[in-house]
C-alpha cells in the first residue's frame, strides 16, 4: 500500500524501539482495563503511548519524547495544556476546598461567564460531563413536548446514553450493542444537510419532540453543517413547534466565545456544553430557554426532573471554567486557533498537491480532517468540502490498519493525533503548523 513509515511491519518494530517504556505500561494495563485503555480513541495498535506531563501546545510521553498534540483534550483544552491562569486558579481553589457539599460562590461566577457568552443562556444547569448534558437535555425536552421521540443526524456523536448513541456511526442500520430495540425506535436518525427529509418526519411523526445536532456537524465536522441547514432547521421546528437542541459541546466556546449559535446567529432552544467549558476539567452545563429548564424546579403540582449529581459545579471545575471563560470572552484564543487550524489545512493540501499525493484536508474552524486514497475534486478554498459533502465517503468506517499505521508513523514523527484529524489550539504556533506538515509528508512517503 504506502512506503515509508505507513509500511505496517517497519511500522510496528520502529515504533516498539522507540516507546519502550509505554509498552511495558501498557501490559501493565492490560491486566486492569479491557484491551488496557480508558476511553476507545486512545486504543492504539500494538499499544498507545503513555504521557506524563503537557505544557502548550506539547506533551511529553514516558520515554522523553516532546509530542506537538492535537488531541487538545479530546476538544477540552482551547488555551492549550496547563496554561498559568488556568493552573494559578486550581491551585488557589484546591487548597480551599474541592467537595463542600454546599452552594458556593464559583457557581455563580461561572454560570453568570456562560450567560454573558452563549446567546441561548437564558437559565442553565450544571454537570458534570457532555454526555450528562445531553441526557438532560433529552429528558426536559421530554418533559416539556410530552413527546418521547428524537430526531437526530446520521454520524452525530452526543454521548454515549441510550437516546442518542444510535446513529453516532456509520452504518446507521444496525443496533447498538446495548439499547434496547424498544428504546432505539424512539431514536429517529436522518442524513445531514437535508431540510426535506427532516420536515417529512416532523409532519408525520407527531411523537417526535426534539431535533438535536452538533451545529458545524458530526464528529466536529467531519460532514460539515453550515448556516443555511442550521436556519432552516430553526424555520422548521419553530413552525411544528418542535424543541431545537445544540449540542455545542464540541463547539462551545471554541469555534467562537459564543459558539456555533453566536457565530452563525441561529438560536436553539437548549445547548448542551462541555469540554472547554471546564477548562480541561470535568463539567458540563444545559443552558436554554428559562421555562424549559423550569422543570428541574420545585414547583407544587407540576412535574420535576429529578437531578442531583455528586460533582455538579464542583469548585475546581468551576475554577478552572472560569479562569477559562474570562480569557475566551477576550476572542483572541478562538480566533488563533481557528487560523492555526486554517494554516494547517492549507499547507497540508499545498503538500499534497505538490507531491501529487492521493491526500486531502479538509476542515472548519480548529478541527481538520485527513482523507487517505482521495480521488475527487482537488480543494480551491478553506470551504472546500471533499466529495460533495457525500456522507457514506466522508464518514464511513475508516480502514482502522491504516488509521493505526499512520497514528504511528506520525508519533515517530514527533506528532500525536487521534486518528485521521485533530484540534489546533491557541497554543499552537506557526512553526508547529510547518512541523507538522513535514511529519505528514515524512509519514505518507509518495503514497
Not at 491551585?91 to 463542600?100: E, F, G, I, K, S
Not at 453543517?225 to 413552525?239: A, P
Not at 490498519?401 to 487521534?418: N, S, T
Request: charged fraction near 20%.
Amino acid at each position: 500500500m504506502a512506503p515509508a513509515m505507513l509500511e505496517q511491519e517497519s511500522s510496528m518494530k520502529s515504533y516498539a524501539k522507540e516507546f519502550p517504556r509505554s509498552r511495558k505500561l501498557f501490559e501493565q494495563a492490560c491486566q486492569i482495563f479491557p484491551n488496557g485503555v480508558t476511553h476507545d480513541l486512545r486504543y492504539l495498535e500494538p499499544f498507545p503511548i503513555y504521557v506524563e506531563r503537557a505544557e502548550g501546545a506539547y506533551k511529553w510521553d514516558v520515554d522523553g519524547h516532546r509530542l506537538i498534540d492535537y488531541w487538545s483534550g479530546h476538544g477540552a483544552l482551547l488555551l492549550g495544556h496547563s496554561h498559568p491562569a488556568v493552573v494559578e486558579a486550581v491551585q488557589r481553589q484546591v487548597a480551599r476546598m474541592t467537595h463542600p457539599g454546599a452552594c458556593h460562590e464559583l457557581e455563580l461566577e461561572w454560570g453568570s461567564a456562560v450567560q454573558r457568552l452563549v446567546p441561548s443562556a437564558e437559565k442553565l444547569r450544571f454537570v458534570s460531563s457532555g454526555t450528562e448534558a445531553t441526557l438532560m437535555a433529552v429528558r426536559l425536552a421530554r418533559i416539556f413536548t410530552g413527546q418521547p421521540k428524537v430526531l437526530k443526524f446520521a454520524g452525530h456523536f452526543h454521548g454515549w446514553h441510550d437516546s442518542v448513541i444510535p446513529g453516532a456511526d456509520l452504518p446507521t442500520d444496525h443496533q447498538v450493542p446495548g439499547v434496547s430495540a424498544a428504546v432505539a425506535a424512539e431514536t429517529i436518525v436522518v442524513p445531514p444537510n437535508d431540510p426535506a427529509i427532516v420536515e417529512r418526519y416532523l409532519t408525520t411523526d407527531t411523537g417526535i419532540g426534539c431535533v438535536i445536532l452538533e451545529p458545524t456537524g458530526g464528529h466536529f465536522g467531519a460532514v460539515p453543517v453550515g448556516g443555511d441547514f442550521l436556519r432552516e432547521l430553526r424555520d422548521l421546528t419553530t413552525r411544528h413547534n418542535r424543541l431545537l437542541i445544540f449540542d455545542e459541546v464540541i463547539t462551545g466556546f471554541r469555534v467562537h466565545p459564543g459558539g456555533a449559535q453566536a457565530y452563525y446567529n441561529v438560536l436553539p432552544d437548549l445547548t448542551t456544553l462541555a469540554k472547554v467549558l471546564a477548562g480541561g476539567l470535568p463539567g458540563g452545563c444545559v443552558a436554554g430557554r428559562a421555562d424549559i429548564l423550569s422543570a428541574l424546579e420545585f414547583r407544587p403540582g407540576k412535574p420535576k426532573m429529578k437531578h442531583p449529581g455528586t460533582f455538579n459545579a464542583n469548585p475546581l471545575s468551576a475554577a478552572a471554567g472560569i479562569a477559562t471563560l474570562r480569557l475566551v470572552a477576550s476572542s483572541d484564543p478562538c480566533r488563533h486557533a481557528n487560523d492555526m487550524g486554517r494554516l494547517l489545512r492549507q499547507k497540508l493540501n499545498a503538500m499534497f498537491a505538490a507531491r501529487k499525493a492521493r491526500w486531502v484536508a479538509y476542515g472548519q474552524f480548529s478541527g481538520f480532517k485527513l482523507l487517505p486514497e482521495y480521488l475527487g475534486v482537488l480543494p480551491t478554498g478553506d470551504s472546500f468540502v471533499p466529495y460533495g459533502g457525500n456522507l457514506e465517503q466522508l464518514d464511513a468506517p475508516k480502514n482502522p490498519k491504516l488509521v493505526h499505521a499512520f497514528r504511528r508513523a506520525m508519533l515517530l514523527q514527533g506528532i500525536d493525533l487521534p486518528g485521521l484529524g485533530g484540534m489546533t489550539t491557541a497554543a499552537h504556533t506557526e512553526q508547529d503548523i510547518e512541523r507538522t506538515v513535514d511529519a505528514v509528508a515524512a509519514a505518507i512517503g509518495n503514497h
